[in-house]
T-cell receptor, first 112, second 115 residues
Framework: EPEVTQTPSHQVTQMGQEVILRCVPISNHLYFYWYRQILGQKVEFLVSFYNNEISEKSEIFDDQFSVERPDGSNFTLKIRSTKLEDSAMYFC??????????FGPGTRLTVT | AQSVTQLDSQVPVFEEAPVELRCNYSSSVSVYLFWYVQYPNQGLQLLLKYLSGSTLVKGINGFEAEFNKSQTSFHLRKPSVHISDTAEYFCAVSRQYSSASKIIFGSGTRLSIRP
């Protein structure tokens, strides 16, 4: 069964560094999402992406964040200058045309 | 805007006992409803979803949920739990008829099963 994959599974970075989190959505899906979950808290929506542009973004998704689908298969989340509070689990999700979003296993980002 | 409230942050239950995890939502528009499960150190897995039709929805692992529009609730139930059901459970909604609809999650309920 096709699944969403994410790399790396765990990323450790120093405050102020740039990180890129990578996702490979299911191949025929059209809508792509990033969510994050700070340890012990609920899952929060960051951004949705469709037809090569952002459809919606949350207040969390400020100028430090960007998303890209560089080659038709990968979907990336970039954080330009990481802060301690960016430490979280980041989930990628994709959707075809039904209502169900399929989630990846997540990338745990630790900012030190 | 939509919001989801999970009234219980933790629910301890004995093995083979029934369980109900409560979920209420608020929305000014029609929504789809979901329950996701997150096992320790893993991602999110869809348990079940309500889109339309029958208000009783059956999902994986013996779970079911009932949509109650008048009470704006979508409680999750299982008649007999197992140790393997130990996990965090998230109720969630997304707006109907929205092409790129985000999912709004509740704060989660940690289900712990005692032998």
């Amino acid at each position: 069964e096709p699944e969403v994959t994410q790399t790396p599974s765990h990323q450790v970075t120093q405050m102020g560094q740039e990180v890129i989190l990578r996702c490979v959505p299911i191949s025929n899906h059209l809508y792509f999402y990033w969510y994050r979950q700070i340890l012990g808290q609920k899952v929060e929506f960051l951004v949705s992406f469709y037809n090569n542009e952002i459809s919606e973004k949350s207040e969390i998704f400020d100028d430090q964040f960007s998303v890209e689908r560089p080659d038709g298969s990968n979907f990336t989340l970039k954080i330009r200058s990481t802060k301690l509070e960016d430490s979280a689990m980041y989930f990628c999700a994709s959707r075809k045309d039904s209502t169900e979003q399929y989630f990846g296993p997540g990338t745990r980002l630790t900012v030190t | 805007a939509q919001s989801v409230t999970q009234l219980d942050s933790q629910v301890p239950v004995f093995e083979e006992a029934p369980v109900e995890l409560r979920c209420n939502y608020s929305s000014s528009v029609s929504v789809y409803l979901f329950w996701y499960v997150q096992y320790p150190n893993q991602g999110l897995q869809l348990l079940l979803k309500y889109l339309s039709g029958s208000t009783l929805v059956k999902g994986i692992n013996g779970f079911e949920a009932e949509f109650n529009k008048s009470q704006t609730s979508f409680h999750l139930r299982k008649p007999s739990v197992h140790i393997s059901d130990t996990a965090e459970y998230f109720c969630a909604v997304s707006r109907q008829y929205s092409s790129a609809s985000k999912i709004i999650f509740g704060s989660g309920t940690r289900l712990s099963i005692r032998p």
